[in-house]
């Protein structure tokens, strides 16, 4: 798959980095903020895996962007799942720190099915 990532620290951006591309997944980017995001939202990509709190704010409006574009997501983050928008709680969510396990799953679980968010 190819996958999207937003993550402002970067260290975690390169955890997650490797363990995708180690998984044989293409990064078609990594992104710290919210406005580097929202260049690339059109680019072609199957999947994103999105920090909350990132620079220029929270990345609510990316994961809009995404669900408008029917392209599946998923929270990676140490905020609570109960203080997504509700419009958003659907939304896959790891909580950080995070397993490696925890983040193929998610990626498993979406490209196995179809997107209905």
């Known amino acids: 798959?190819?996958?999207l990532i937003l993550e402002d620290d970067p260290f975690i951006a390169s955890d997650l980095q490797t363990i995708l591309e180690d998984e044989g997944h293409e990064i078609v980017g990594v992104f710290n903020s919210i406005d580097?995001?929202?260049?690339?939202i059109e680019d072609?990509?199957?999947?994103a895996l999105l920090?909350?709190?990132?620079?220029?704010?929270?990345?609510?409006?990316?994961?809009n962007?995404?669900?408008?574009r029917r392209i599946p997501f998923a929270f990676v983050s140490a905020s609570h799942p109960g203080?997504?928008?509700?419009?958003?709680?659907?939304?896959?969510?790891?909580?950080?720190?995070?397993?490696?396990r925890a983040i193929l799953r998610s990626i498993d679980?979406?490209?196995s099915?179809?997107?209905?968010c």
Request: net charge negative; proline share 6%.
């Open 113 to 116: 099915r179809s997107y209905s």
């Open 1 to 3: 798959m190819r996958i």
């Open 44 to 47: 072609e990509f199957d999947y």
């Open 83 to 100: 203080d997504l928008p509700h419009s958003l709680r659907e939304a896959a969510f790891i909580p950080k720190p995070f397993e490696e």
């Open 65 to 68: 962007a995404l669900t408008e």
């Open 51 to 63: 920090d909350i709190d990132v620079v220029g704010g929270k990345s609510f409006g990316v994961a």
């Open 36 to 40: 580097e995001t929202y260049d690339h």
């Open 109 to 111: 679980a979406m490209s």
